[in-house]
């Protein structure tokens, strides 16, 4: 196997809670998913990654851990993991895990042994506990706001408050303390020892604060808390420690930082392999902004001299499936808000929103680089908005009051079986209810209903998984023009990708002198790309490709900028690099 196996991997990320449920307590579990594992071997995944499943009180569901070295009961055992790493090897899938290092769990024994401690004590200095402002210390120490809404300070029973970037059960590391270094140098090992291929870095800009922890000013980003420069220290470390092994395990880093540049610092050649490209993830659906959102991946990609890791969906955002069938909101996303610009409220077609999701999954598998695909995607499973409010777990429900609905909805427990209670989520002899309440709709998106019908959602992905290295190859993409403001069009190798974001059908055009191979829906002669769908055609004969001249103008009067790794970029490549995603 290739060192670089990821270059152009497909990576199947595993919501463990809500994949599968062996044992019928409602909640997914290790031997679930490697029970499963024939349906991403069929899918055509290379990977997977695997969401925190390490001993947690489950506040925020595995992104609090109060043990790195272990699994939590309700998941599993240290032996289903090595059952499930085995399998998967076996099958030529590659396992990753999440790698939450802000913060831990407040039931870390190194924070009950902070609380238990006096201030300034060694074990406080682990975390971030200052002093309060006010007569007696009782306002929190600066006005930095959590990312699950409030204040990002806790006050204890001393009087001390400690930083939580995220829910108070939550507190941030000290990671200016030498222990934490050496701890996570130690949790790296103890997974790469057990087969592990490599992590998906939770909130990688965020380790370290700005020691001086001044009030953030207004409420745009807080340059304070994120992307402190002693960060790329550490990730050097990782990869260092990454490297001692064979294979070499990877890094990929969930990162929001408000510049392309910035950006690129995390992916040098001696950090971090890649970082998610939530540009893709927070456009609506129109042409020339994903077009310009792929443009600023490549040119990034360029720069750093390694491919982009598209995405389209995670545990954190709504169901594409959902977001393509709402109204779609051409404002950019503010700055402060990206994530949010993928949590939005709204009635949805789900029709449609269907169709142009698996476009856009064609779309991505189609360009140079990985891509990460969320459970449920491959069976075009929507949002489910319609949770009884007492269900609803993610914090960002709880401390909005409500205001904010959250991750729950994408977080339902899968439907495998349309037929069976739970939807084959939990053995049929289950007595507890799967952990989040399942919609009766939810039988419409079953896999083992998809499964038999050549037109499913399923079956797209498939075809697409497993076409997409035999259409399309090269790090390099030349946008090809076709007079239609409704087409994204673009070569790679001798693949064409095409997507029409219109509602109207549009001809292929004949320059390309393509045959369609592969629709998003029925292509019937190949002649045309229907309306809110994706073709992808392989160039019969190679004109397209040697008549476009040197100013990016063919004789037929198609034209193209060449975009990617090692190409000269095209005049969209020049963007402005502020135009990039900024996350506070
Ligand atoms: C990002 C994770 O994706 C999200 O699910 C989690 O709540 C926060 N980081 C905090 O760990
Ligand atoms: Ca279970």
Redesign the pocket.
Known sequence: MSTNWWHDAVIYQVYLRSFADANGDGIGDLAGLTSRLDHLERLGVDAIWL?PCYVSPQR??G??IADYCAIDPSYGTAEDLKALVADAHSRGIRVLMDM?A??CSDQHQWFLDAIASAPGSAARDRFLFRDGRGVDGELPPNNWQS??GGAAWTRVDDGQWYFH??DAS?PDFNWRNRDVVEYFDGVLRFWFDRGVDGFRI??AHGLFKDSAMPDALGDGHNYAMWDQPEVHEIYRRWRAIGTEYEPQRYFVG?IWVPTIEAMAQYLLADELHQAFTFDLLVQPWEATRMAAAIDRALVQAERVGGPPAWTLS???VHRPATRFGQEQHLDAPLPTDMIAAARRRGDADLALGVRRAKAATMLQLALPGTVYLYQGEELGLPEVFDLPDEARED?IWLRSNGEELG?DGCRVPLPWDAASPTFGFSPPSSTSAPWLPQPQWFADYAANTQDLSDDSTLAVFRRAIAGKRDTFSGPDIDWLASGHPSLLAFRRGSGICAVNFGDSPVDVPREWNADAVLGSEHIGDGSVIPANSAVWLTVVRDDARTTVGSDGTSPAGLTSTTTGIHGPTGPQSHMRSNDAPQFT
């Open positions: 969401n925020d569901h992104y609090d939450v802000n913060h990312v699950f970037a995220f939550q939770d909130v969930e995670n545990h954190d914090p991750r």
